[in-house]
C-alpha cells in the first residue's frame, strides 16, 4: 500500500504525527543536553538514517546466475526453517516443559525475537549483497585491525551451523519415518541402524535433486511454500474433523503441566523455548544465496522478513489445532516413549493408522524440501569460504560447473554431502554425543547470526547507514533485542530438558561441542587463515568511479543553473540542445548508465 493509501485510513495520519511529534521533541532535548553523556547517547539512537541509498559492491568476479527471484528467497526461507515439521519434531521438549503454555506462547516469544534478528539482517545485507552472507557483515562492519579475525570466526560458525543444521534435519526426519512405522507395532524406532539407512536415503535423495535440477531451484522453493501451506491446511482440517473431544478455549490457552521436567515453572518455560529455537534457526542461511538473486540488495531483505512472518503465521495456524485435539501427557510422554508425541497426536485424533499415516507423509515432504534448502546453502556457504581462502583446497571448491544448463559448486556440494554423511555416523558410537552436535548446529547459526549486528552496535551504526532497507528512528532498538536474544537463546540451549535424574547421558553437552568447534577455528586461524585467508574486499574502483560520477553530475547541475540566468540572446547554452539519447559528451554513470549531452 502506498503512503497515499496509508494515509486515508483513518487514524493513521494522526498517528504518524503524533509519532513524529514525539521523536521530534526528544530529539530537541537530547541536542539541548548533548554535552551530557546521556544526552549524547540519547541522539546517537534517536538519529534518523536520512543517508543516500548506497549499495556497496563486492571484488568479485560473477561466477553464478542472477536467476532468482523474491519468490524464490521467501520459499527458501521457508523452507529452511521447515515450521511443521520443526514444531512436530520438537513437540516433546514443549510437552515436558510445560505444555500448551510453553507451545503456544514460547513460539510468540521465539517468532517476535527472530524477526528483530532478520530485520537486523535485512538491514545489512541490503547495503552489502553478497554470496558471504552474514560472515562478510561482519568482515565490513569491523574495523580494519578486526575484519578478517571477525570474518573468519563468524564464517566457520556459519559453516559448521550449517553442516550440523543439515545433519538434525535428515536425522530427526529419518526419526519420524521410523517412529510413523512404530504406531503399526513395529518397534523400529530405536535401531540406529534402520535410522542411519533412512538418513543416507534422505541425503542422496536431496543431493541428486539439488544436482540434477537446480536449474529448477525457483518452481522448487515456489512448491515448498504451497506444499508447507496445504500441509498445514490439510492436518488442521483433519485433526479437527475426526477427532471425537475437543479441549476448551480455557485449557488450550492456560493449560501448564511442569511435571517432568523438574525445573521450577519459570524456568521450565523458558528451558521450553528451546523447542521453537531449532525450528527458526536457518533464517540466516538464505543470505549465502546473494549471488544468485537478483536485485539483491532489494529482493533479499523483502524474502527473508516476508519468510519469518509467514513462518510466524503459519506456526500459530498449526499449533492451535493441535492443543484443540491434545492427547493427555501420559499417553503422549509415558506410556509410548519410542513413538514421537505427534504421530501419537494423529493417530489418537483420528482413530486411523491410514489417515495418521497420510498425514505423517505430508510432513515427511516438508522433510525432503528442507533437506535440499538446507544442502543448497550450505553449498553455497563453502563456495564463499573457499573464495576467500578459508578452506584448504580452495581451488577445488570455488570451481562453478555447468550442471543441466545450469551454473553450480557442485564440488562445494558433494563437500557438504560428506560431511553431513561423516558426522551422522557420531549417533553409532553415541546419542548423547551425537545430540550434542545437534543443538550446537542452533547455538553455531544464532551466534553467526549475531556477531555482525552485535558489530554494527559496536561501530555506531554508522555503516549501515544509507541501506535500502532501513530501521531507522527504531534501528537501535531493534539490534538491541536481537543480540539480547542472541546471547539468551544460546544460554536457553545449554540447559538440559529434565533435569530430575540428571546423569551423563542425559545431559546437555552442545555448550561443549561448541566450544570445541571455537577452538578448532581458533587453530586454524593461527595456522593458516593468518595467512592464507584474505576475506572479504570492497570494489574501491566501483565506488570511485560512482564518486566521480557524482562530482561530475554536481558540477554540470551547477552549470546548468548558471546558463539559465543569462538572456536568450547571450547565451552560450541552449537548453533547447540538452539531449537524453546521444553518445557525444558523455558522463558515465556506474549504476544506471545515464547519459547527459551539453552542447553549446
Known amino acids: 500500500m502506498s503512503d497515499e493509501g496509508y494515509a486515508r485510513l483513518p487514524g493513521i495520519e494522526q498517528v504518524s504525527r503524533v509519532a513524529h511529534s514525539a521523536i521530534n521533541r526528544l530529539q530537541e532535548e537530547a541536542v539541548q543536553l548533548s554535552h551530557t553523556p546521556a544526552g549524547r547517547v540519547i541522539a546517537t539512537i534517536l538519529e534518523d538514517d536520512d543517508a543516500e541509498e548506497r549499495v556497496e559492491h563486492f571484488r568479485y568476479q560473477q561466477d553464478l546466475e542472477r536467476k532468482l527471484t523474491v519468490t524464490s528467497v521467501i520459499g527458501l526461507g521457508f523452507t529452511v526453517m521447515g515450521v511443521p515439521f520443526g514444531i512436530s519434531s520438537t513437540l516433546g521438549i514443549s510437552l515436558i516443559c510445560g505444555g500448551n503454555v510453553t507451545l503456544l506462547y514460547g513460539w510468540a516469544v521465539v517468532s517476535f525475537f527472530s524477526t528483530m534478528v532478520v530485520l537486523s539482517l535485512s538491514e545489512i545485507i541490503s547495503k552489502y549483497p553478497s554470496a558471504g552472507g552474514v560472515y562478510h557483515m561482519s568482515a565490513i562492519l569491523s574495523s580494519d585491525r578486526h575484519s578478517r579475525a571477525s570474518s573468519w570466526f563468524t564464517g566457520w560458525l556459519l559453516l559448521i551451523g550449517n553442516w550440523t543444521y543439515a545433519v538434525s534435519i535428515m536425522f530427526a526426519g529419518s526419526q519420524f519415518i521410523l517412529s510413523v512405522l512404530g504406531m503399526h507395532n513395529f518397534d523400529l524406532a530405536g535401531n540406529v541402524f534402520l535410522t542411519l539407512l533412512v538418513y543416507f536415503i534422505i541425503l542422496a535423495l536431496s543431493g541428486f535433486i539439488i544436482y540434477k535440477f537446480s536449474r529448477h531451484l525457483e518452481r522448487i522453493n515456489k512448491a515448498c511454500i504451497y506444499w508447507t501451506i496445504y500441509t498445514v491446511l490439510a492436518i488442521d482440517f483433519m485433526l479437527m474433523f475426526y477427532s471425537r473431544s475437543h479441549n476448551s478455549p480455557k485449557e488450550i490457552l492456560t493449560a501448564f503441566d511442569n511435571s517432568r521436567s523438574g525445573w521450577p515453572d519459570a524456568m521450565a518455560f523458558i528451558v521450553g523455548l528451546q523447542a521453537g529455537s531449532f525450528t527458526m534457526s536457518g533464517y540466516g542461511m538464505i543470505f549465502s544465496l546473494s549471488d544468485e538473486v537478483k536485485n539483491p540488495e532489494k529482493n533479499m531483505p523483502k524474502g527473508a522478513v516476508s519468510a519469518i512472518l ?170 538491541f533485542l536481537a543480540v539480547l536474544w542472541v546471547f539468551a537463546s544460546v544460554g536457553i540451549l545449554c540447559l538440559p530438558v529434565v533435569i530430575r535424574g540428571l546423569n551423563a547421558v542425559n545431559m546437555n553437552w552442545a555448550s561443549l561441542v561448541v566450544a570445541a568447534f571455537v577452538a578448532v577455528a581458533s587453530v586454524g586461524w593461527l595456522a593458516y587463515g593468518k595467512k592464507g585467508f584474505v576475506g572479504p574486499e570492497l570494489d574501491t574502483d566501483y565506488i570511485n568511479e560512482l564518486e566521480q560520477y557524482e562530482l561530475a553530475d554536481e558540477s554540470n547541475s551547477v552549470e546548468v543553473d548558471l546558463a539559465s540566468n543569462f538572456d536568450d540572446d547571450a547565451t552560450m547554452f541552449n537548453n533547447d540542445e540538452l539531449d537524453l539519447g546521444g553518445t557525444e559528451g558523455e558522463v558515465d554513470d556506474p549504476l544506471a548508465k545515464r547519459q547527459v549531452i551539453f552542447t553549446a
Do not use: C
Open 310 to 479: 509467514m513462518a510466524t503465521v503459519v506456526g500459530f495456524i498449526f499449533i492451535i489445532p493441535i492443543l484443540t485435539v491434545l492427547p493427555s501427557m501420559d499417553q503422549l510422554l509415558d506410556k509410548n516413549p519410542n513413538i514421537m508425541p505427534i504421530d501419537l497426536v494423529f493417530h489418537i485424533a483420528t482413530e486411523s493408522y491410514i489417515i495418521s499415516t497420510l498425514l505423517a507423509i505430508l510432513l515427511v515432504g516438508t522433510v525432503i524440501f528442507q533437506s535440499i534448502g538446507a544442502l543448497t546453502t550450505a553449498s553455497r556457504t563453502v563456495y564463499a569460504l573457499a573464495r576467500d581462502g578459508a578452506l584448504p583446497y580452495k581451488e577445488k571448491f570455488v570451481t562453478v560447473d555447468s550442471v543441466e544448463e545450469y551454473k553450480m559448486p557442485k564440488n562445494a556440494l558433494f563437500l557438504s554431502m560428506v560431511v553431513t554423511a561423516i558426522v551422522s555416523l557420531l549417533s553409532l558410537v553415541s546419542t548423547s554425543a551425537f545430540s550434542a552436535f545437534l543443538g550446537a548446529s542452533v547455538m553455531s547459526l544464532a551466534l553467526a547470526n549475531g556477531i555482525p549486528i552485535f558489530i554494527s552496535m559496536l561501530h555506531g551504526r554508522k555503516k549501515v547507514k544509507g541501506s535500502g532497507f532501513r530501521l531507522r528512528y527504531f534501528g537501535w532498538i531493534v539490534n
